[in-house]
């Protein structure tokens, strides 16, 4: 894993509270969230991962979750919108358009037919089971 500090950081926030109104900042934004954004919780109990992942303000139509064989991908997809009405105009918006993605591998294949996802309050919460050792087999030779 990348272990160099990036912008956005814990370092710019730390900075930001330590020196207030120094800087403007711009009135329109901040950048997209990057992948390391998307926060997940790996766990594993038996023969099932069980993983949640962070995903606020996004509806669930607009998240698509892919498995193929032991790398998950989720990507989503956000929107800004920025509203006048009856003559007030937006000084400051913070949310954004784009899309954001993270892929990671787990230590085993997982069975995707039986696998099941959900979402709520924000949060991704996938139930993976382990493809089953069955489908390799010791031969015997004749």
């Known amino acids: 894993m990348n272990k160099l500090v990036t ?3 814990i370092f710019d926030s730390l900075f930001d509270e330590m020196t207030p ?3 403007m900042r711009p009135l329109h934004g901040d950048a997209l969230p990057t992948a390391g954004q998307i ?3 790996v766990s594993e109990k038996d023969d099932t991962y069980y ?3 962070e995903v ?3 509806a669930k139509e607009d998240i698509d979750l ?3 064989g032991d790398v998950v991908s989720i990507s989503a997809e956000i929107e800004q919108r920025d509203e006048q009405k009856d003559g007030n105009k937006v000084l400051r918006s913070e949310r954004y358009y784009g899309s954001v993605s993270r892929s990671f591998q ?3 294949k997982v069975d995707v ?3 099941e996802a959900a979402y709520e309050n924000g949060v991704l919460q996938l139930v993976l089971p382990k493809q089953s050792s069955s489908l390799s087999k010791k031969l015997e030779i004749k």
Do not use: Q, T, W
């Open 51 to 53: 993983i949640n992942a």
């Open 106 to 108: 787990l230590p085993e």
């Open 39 to 41: 926060k997940i919780d």
């Open 113 to 115: 037919d039986k696998a």
């Open 66 to 68: 892919s498995i193929s």
């Open 56 to 58: 606020p303000g996004v």
């Open 21 to 23: 109104g120094f800087f």
């Open 7 to 9: 912008r956005n950081s």
